[in-house]
C-alpha cells in the first residue's frame, strides 16, 4: 500500500519560506514522477510543481516559478518543495502526489497516490 506523508506547514508572515517535505513508502519511489498541488478554501486543487524519476526534468505552475523548488533524494524516499518569497494567495493545503510513470505534469490523472496534505498558512 502507497503512503505519503507530509510535513513542514505551518504559519509564516509574507517574504518567508517553508521547506515541505513528503515521505513515501510502498512502491519503488525512484521509478515514478513526483507532483506538489495544492487547494485552498472555495477552489478547486490545482498544479504546482512536479518533478521526473531522476530529478532530472521539473515543471512549475507560473505563479509559483522563480519563488518553488522542488527536489526529491531517491536514498530518502522524501520529495521536498522549497517556497520562498510567499504571499498570502499561497495560503493552502499542501499535498504531494505520485505520478503513474516516469515524468508526470499538471493533471490530477497523472497521479494515482494522494498525501493527506499539510496546511500552509501565509499572513499579510
Known amino acids: 500500500q502507497v503512503q505519503l506523508v507530509e510535513s513542514g506547514g505551518g504559519l509564516v508572515q509574507a517574504g518567508g519560506s517553508l521547506r515541505l517535505s513528503c515521505a513515501a513508502s510502498?512502491?519503488?519511489?525512484?521509478?515514478?514522477?513526483m507532483g506538489w498541488f495544492r487547494q485552498a478554501p472555495g477552489k478547486e486543487r490545482e498544479f504546482v510543481a512536479s518533478?521526473?524519476?531522476?530529478?532530472?526534468?521539473?515543471v512549475y505552475a507560473d505563479s509559483v516559478k522563480g519563488r518553488f523548488t522542488i527536489s526529491r533524494d531517491n536514498a530518502k524516499n522524501t520529495v521536498y518543495l522549497q517556497m520562498n518569497s510567499l504571499k498570502p494567495e499561497d495560503t493552502a493545503v499542501y499535498s504531494c502526489a505520485s505520478g503513474k510513470s516516469y515524468f508526470s505534469g499538471q493533471y490530477n490523472y497523472q497521479y494515482d497516490y494522494w498525501g493527506q496534505g499539510t496546511q500552509v498558512t501565509v499572513s499579510s
Open positions: 518533478i521526473s524519476w531522476t530529478g532530472s526534468s521539473t
Open positions: 510502498g512502491r519503488t519511489f525512484s521509478n515514478y514522477a
